[in-house]
């Protein structure tokens, strides 16, 4: 599978159970993405994208994926699934947000940073997109 994850400077995602931030041309850029392609998440992330998107929402989707899959995950630890991985796209925020969720730079290790963009979203003057496979 291949996972979406925004981190902000200190690879913070989540803050007492809210995500630290959002941002609708980051999920506008996900969508024309994974156009062409089966994009997972769960009910959480599900909520902040449009109704008519073609998005499989599931609590257990981790699971469902199928190995070229896109799963955005905002809430759940990846260790587990760290085999399953073939991709990480990390969209950092730039910011630093207090955080009592992170995600597990652990992750990346063995992987290769193949490439990055920078781009302009609604409320961030910029994302960075990092891609390790």
């Known amino acids: 599978m291949i996972v979406f994850v925004c981190v902000d400077e200190r690879n913070g995602m989540m803050f007492n159970h809210r995500r630290l931030s959002q941002d609708r041309e980051l999920r506008s850029y996900i969508l024309k993405l994974t156009a ?7 009910q959480y992330s599900r909520s902040q ?4 998107a073609s998005i499989q929402a ?4 981790l699971s469902l994926a199928g190995s070229d899959d896109y ?3 905002e809430d759940q630890d990846l260790t587990p699934w760290k085999n399953k991985i073939k991709k990480i796209i990390l969209f950092r925020w ?13 992750l990346l290790e063995g992987r290769t940073l193949v490439f990055t963009e920078e ?7 910029k994302i960075t997109r ?3 496979e």
């Open 36 to 42: 062409a392609s089966r994009l997972w998440m769960n």
């Open 49 to 52: 994208f449009p109704e008519d």
């Open 58 to 61: 599931d609590e257990n989707f």
């Open 71 to 73: 799963c955005f995950v």
């Open 94 to 106: 730039n910011r630093s947000y207090p955080a009592d969720q992170y995600f597990n730079p652990h």
């Open 119 to 125: 781009f302009r979203g609604f409320s961030h003057e």
């Open 130 to 132: 990092e891609d390790y």
